[in-house]
Nanobody
Framework: QVQLVESGGGLVQPGGSLRLSCAAS????????MGWYRQAPGKQRELVAT???????NYAVSVQGRFTIARDNTKNTVYLQMNSLKPEDTAVYYC??????????????WGQGTQVTVSS
């Protein structure tokens, strides 16, 4: 059974930083693409960033230059470093696993989500 467990969310002031972590179990982590999504109140879930098995990355335009996705295959963990946070980054952030090494299509597993709130 695949499990994805996020951590690292919280309250931060505008301009601040947070690092989210997602620990995976029950899967050969290194061969799958991973991603981070977010969902703000009253909005649809949106893609934030992806990293494929070869560690190529892709970002939403809204977070380019501020967020960095990375993976550590020795720890079965994917990270999302978020800098220069803005109030509009406030959302529940979800970790996701794709069914192949490339971030195509819809993820097949999701984490439970972690709340990120950017407010003064």
């Amino acid at each position: 059974q695949v499990q994805l467990v996020e951590s690292g969310g919280g309250l931060v002031q505008p301009g601040g930083s947070l690092r989210l972590s997602c620990a995976a179990s029950g899967t050969m982590f290194r061969i799958y693409a991973m991603g981070w999504y977010r969902q703000a109140p009253g909005k649809q879930r949106e893609l934030v960033a992806t990293i494929n098995s070869g560690e190529s990355t892709n970002y939403a335009v809204s977070v380019q230059g501020r967020f960095t996705i990375a993976r550590d295959n020795t720890k079965n963990t994917v990270y999302l470093q978020m800098n220069s946070l803005k109030p509009e980054d406030t959302a529940v952030y979800y970790c996701a696993k794709y069914f192949s090494g490339s971030a195509d299509g819809v993820p097949d597993y999701w984490g439970q989500g972690t709340q990120v709130t950017v407010s003064s």
